[in-house]
């Protein structure tokens, strides 16, 4: 069964860069998009950032100029690179593969997900 592994997590100072991974280990990643999702303690998951099969991307306002997804289909793999990271940046971050047709960040057009990576920021 098509599962989605996250990598790349961990604790950071306030200004530092991490660079999370996706991929499906056994599988392609063939959805119509791979996205990046947050979830901080005791608020609802928000989408950070999409990637369509066509290469078109898509962030969050208060990520962009600061993250940047990409896509190396010859590894079958998806990255979030992170700069300039802020404590509110703190939450488990999820990759998830999109196969509705619906908007971009809505969490029910995803029916595949990773298991989640911590991400905390201090300051």
């Known amino acids: 069964q098509l599962r989605l592994v996250e990598s790349g997590g961990g604790l950071v100072q306030s200004g530092e860069s991490l660079r999370l991974s996706c991929e499906a280990p056994g599988y392609g990643l063939d959805f119509l998009g791979l996205g990046w999702f947050r979830q901080a303690p005791g608020k609802e998951r928000e989408g950070v950032s999409c990637i369509t099969s066509g290469g078109t991307t898509k962030y969050v306002d208060s990520a962009k100029c600061r993250f940047a997804i990409s896509r190396d289909n010859d590894k079958d793999t998806v990255y979030l690179q992170m700069n300039a990271l802020k404590p509110e940046d703190t939450a488990v971050y999820y990759c998830?593969?999109?196969?509705?047709?619906?908007?971009?960040?809505?969490?029910?057009?995803?029916?595949?997900w990773g298991q989640g990576t911590q991400i905390t920021v201090s300051s």
């Open positions: 998830a593969g999109r196969t509705g047709m619906g908007a971009i960040f809505d969490p029910e057009q995803y029916t595949h």
